[in-house]
């Protein structure tokens, strides 16, 4: 009996052994996680302030690495590709799993990592063609000798890094997924690159325009969704002289619009929250005499942060800034001589044309009054625990088919039956710019760098110490008619193609303006007198308009000037729209309730700070106002979803038409008034405030009602900062939304010797154990900035120098 029980129990032992030391599908094994010698608790880390010294394949000659109290490497190289090498080996050190996990997100490889449940998001990706864009781009950036040897030695830092790894060493979401990390590759610098250009350039709603020009006609149509807005302060001040003749534009062709039946759509739309806000102020606004530059690109807030400081040192540079993870070099930063920054334009550069086959077989497709060959290309998605999948897409010369007849697509508002037209499908070397920029001494040198950038469209602005100030929208504009792609497209007229390119130089551009600074917040770029078509809407000109409002009235500004800008909470759509609105409402029908709420508004100083309750109910009734008005005219269901026209064209029948028939419910009988409308949006407004939150009171403030949350990759809660107390929003300077915001904060003060400050919600390490995952989160919090230290030899002192790594 004894025995039996022994092998009874030997055998329950050796089985639960081998089950937790397997994976069972897409479940990881947990035996390796829990280990004692491999699994999580080897990812604790403490303060370390010992220096290193590390002896590497890889480097032509010594580098070192001084390493401040907030842990962001300054890099002193002999040569470039020792510059780079290091900070691809610092980087893996402190981000590789976020490196590995965005870069497989664009190439379609996230079922590798967690099963089939992530299956349709992989085919989605390779269906837009990210492969088929960053295979073009690699190519692209190897083809030059000064990006070749950026990327190459980048790459080979991130791998001397993997080579040294062991299992107990991987990085803790490695651990918890249950994989290895694999090689490098320079074709991973492009997919990261083309995932950026994704995240940013890809609000299409062609379907969406069509759908409502379907159902409306042009004249409704282009009454409601008009080219430019009632409300408008343009990124280039209106006025501006074209310095340049253009070139001649295409013609509209009489048939512009395709003959479409209305079709289902949930393409993941462009968040508006999603954009950034930068501007420069020239020396006779700056208290010093020479300009101060700000930037703070907006973008879903993140752990590990989006961006990696760092300051590389070489012959040819001194560059401190932010850098991506994936890509080499600063993206946003200054020098000795200038600053720049970023903020996304929004161009129109993503286009659905619609294809006719020759028959079934689907070989060949009609274009030009010929029938032109389709190619196949063969997508390979392995799946962890299954069998790989093969996908076949089609592509025509205006790009892959995303979803052909009888398939449903992974985001259904992707037009079946259509081939997609995308800026991030051309070969380009984009990360030639930032090399350039990174070395950049004058205006001249930052003209140049900009014009070899294509994707995606960018406003740079820039600052020297020659006390010049620009900014540019830019990036590669397709040559089209007014108006091409706001409409589904029709694929066999060649009419309908993209006709070239908008000239380099002839990117809309502004120097020196009289008005004493430069900036943007995603706004249009230009006034109607531009002669090209970038896009038809743009982001909503509330933040551009209360950023130029308090750069026009800013005198000696400093450095802290400018950081009390960023942080600017003012809501502009309500001082806007609440002495419109307000005498419209019907204060007798109101409940106890509600006439306390109407109060509060009513008292409200149009601030979105943390304490507030106005911001609440004022966000909450213009959402239910936008369904009261539009609803029912646009209405979303499985056959066809049509988009509502802006808030700014809603506010404008509301100023000069409040009679207009729009406020009508036409699902009623009664009809309905403005007075009805902005009443009963109001009460529902309060009313479900009061079903989330209780009782109006605290629970009702801002930062408790928004709840920004900053989320693991992963999802993975535990790993996450939640519920973090923040003013702003969408639409304001500080536009701190519930899951989007100031992604990096930084301030540039340009001078004889820069002064820089900068933070963002997060740390420099990816690594939850560590000290340095969340230590910035307060400062970001409190809308204060760290001084960005500015080394100019590894020789320099400051305390807050605390250790040094060499590597050999």
């Not at 606004?285 to 020479?290: C, F, L, P, R």
């Not at 010929?370 to 093969?390: N, Y």
């Not at 009289?514 to 743009?538: E, H, K, L």
Request: net charge neutral; aromatic share 12%.
């Amino acid at each position: 009996m004894q025995y039996t029980k022994a092998i009874l129990v030997s055998l329950g032992t050796i089985s639960l052994i081998w089950a937790l030391n397997r994976s069972w599908g897409s479940i990881p094994a947990f035996a390796p996680l829990l280990s004692p010698f491999v699994g999580f608790w080897q990812n604790a880390e403490s303060v370390n302030n010992a220096d290193e010294e590390i002896t590497l394949e890889g480097t032509k000659a010594p580098v070192t690495v001084i390493f401040d109290d907030l842990a962001i490497p300054h890099v002193f190289a002999q040569n470039d590709a020792d510059a780079y090498f290091t900070q691809g080996y610092l980087t893996a050190r402190d981000r590789l799993w976020q490196m590995e996990f965005q870069t497989h997100a664009a190439a379609g490889r996230v079922s590798e990592l967690v099963g089939d449940k992530a299956l349709e998001l992989d085919r989605y990706n390779r269906r837009l063609g990210m492969g088929f864009g960053a295979e073009k781009a690699v190519k692209e950036m190897l083809a030059d000798p000064r990006t070749r040897e950026a990327i190459e030695s980048y790459t080979a830092g991130i791998n001397a890094y993997i080579n040294q790894l062991s299992p107990s060493g991987y990085p803790l979401e490695y651990k918890l997924l249950g994989y290895a990390p694999e090689p490098w590759q320079p074709i991973k610098c492009a997919y990261f690159l083309k995932y950026m250009s994704g995240v940013l350039a890809l609000g299409a709603d062609d379907l969406n325009m069509s759908n409502v020009l379907k159902k409306y006609g042009t004249v409704v149509t282009n009454d409601l969704f008009p080219d430019y807005p009632f409300r408008e302060d343009p990124i280039i001040p209106a006025g501006t002289k074209w310095d340049f003749t253009p070139v001649k534009i295409p013609a509209v062709p009489a048939n512009s619009q395709t003959d479409t039946k209305p079709l289902a759509m949930n393409w993941p739309e462009h968040d508006p929250a999603i954009g950034s806000n930068n501007w420069a102020v020239g020396p006779q606004k700056s208290a010093t005499g020479y300009p101060i530059l700000a930037n703070d690109p907006h973008l879903t807030l993140s752990l590990p942060s989006i961006w990696y400081q760092i300051q590389l040192v070489t012959p040819t540079m001194n560059v401190y800034g932010a850098s991506m993870p994936g890509s080499p070099g600063v993206i946003i930063g200054f020098n000795k001589q200038i600053a720049w920054g970023v903020t996304n334009v929004g161009a129109d550069v993503l286009d659905f044309y619609q294809i006719r086959f020759k028959d079934a077989s689907r070989r060949e497709y009609w274009h030009d009054n010929k029938w032109k060959p389709v190619t196949r290309r063969l997508e390979v998605i392995k799946v962890k625990g299954q069998a790989d999948v093969i996908d076949t897409v089609l592509y025509t010369h205006h790009g892959p088919i995303m979803y052909e007849v009888g398939q449903k697509p992974f985001a259904s508002n992707v037009p079946v039956g259509y081939a997609a037209r995308w800026i991030a499908h051309e070969a380009s070397n984009d990360f030639l710019t930032y090399y350039l920029l990174d070395r950049a001494k004058n205006h001249d040198d930052y003209r140049k760098a900009l014009s070899s950038y294509s994707a995606p469209a960018q406003n740079f602005v820039f600052a020297d110490i020659a006390k010049d100030i620009a900014i540019s929208p830019n990036g590669r504009f397709p040559l089209k008619w007014k108006d091409q792609g706001k409409f589904l497209l029709d694929g066999t007229n060649p009419a309908h193609d993209w006709q070239g390119w908008i000239p380099a130089a002839q990117n809309p551009h502004v120097k020196n303006p009289s008005r004493g600074f430069v900036s943007s917040a995603n706004q249009s770029s230009t006034d109607p007198t531009y002669p090209y078509y970038i896009n038809w809407q743009f982001g909503s000109y509330e933040r551009g308009a209360r950023i130029n409002q308090r750069l026009t009235a800013m005198k000696n500004a400093t450095a802290d000037s400018l950081r009390v800008l960023q942080n600017d909470n003012r809501n502009v759509r309500a001082t806007d729209a609440l002495p419109v609105f307000l005498p419209y409402i019907q204060e007798k029908g109101l409940s106890g309730a509600q006439a306390k709420a109407l109060a509060i508004i009513k008292k409200w100083q149009y601030n979105n700070d943390v304490a507030e309750i106005g911001p609440t109910i004022f966000t909450e009734w213009m959402r239910q106002c936008m369904d009261g008005v539009w609803k029912d005219d646009f209405p979303g269901n499985d056959s066809t979803t049509l988009r509502y026209p802006s808030f700014d064209r809603m506010l404008q029948l509301a100023e000069k038409d409040p009679a207009s028939h729009w406020f009508d419910d036409i699902t009623t009988p009664a009809k309905e008034t403005i007075v009805l409308v902005l009443t009963k949006s109001f009460q529902s407004a309060v009313d479900s405030l009061t079903h989330r939150h209780g009782p109006l009171g605290e629970s009702w403030q801002w930062g408790k009602h928004k709840a920004t949350r900053i989320g693991h990759l992963a999802r993975l809660d535990a790993l996450s900062a939640l519920n973090v107390q923040i003013g702003g929003g969408a639409g304001i300077v500080n536009a701190t939304t519930e899951r989007t915001g100031p992604s990096w904060r930084m301030v540039v003060a340009l001078g004889p010797t820069p002064k820089a400050y900068g933070v963002y919600p997060g740390g420099q390490s990816g690594n939850p154990g560590s000290p340095y995952y969340l230590n910035m989160l307060e400062t970001w919090r409190t809308g204060q900035l760290n001084e960005l230290l500015f080394l100019q030899t590894a020789q320099d002192k400051n305390p807050r120098l605390k250790r040094k790594l060499t590597l050999k």
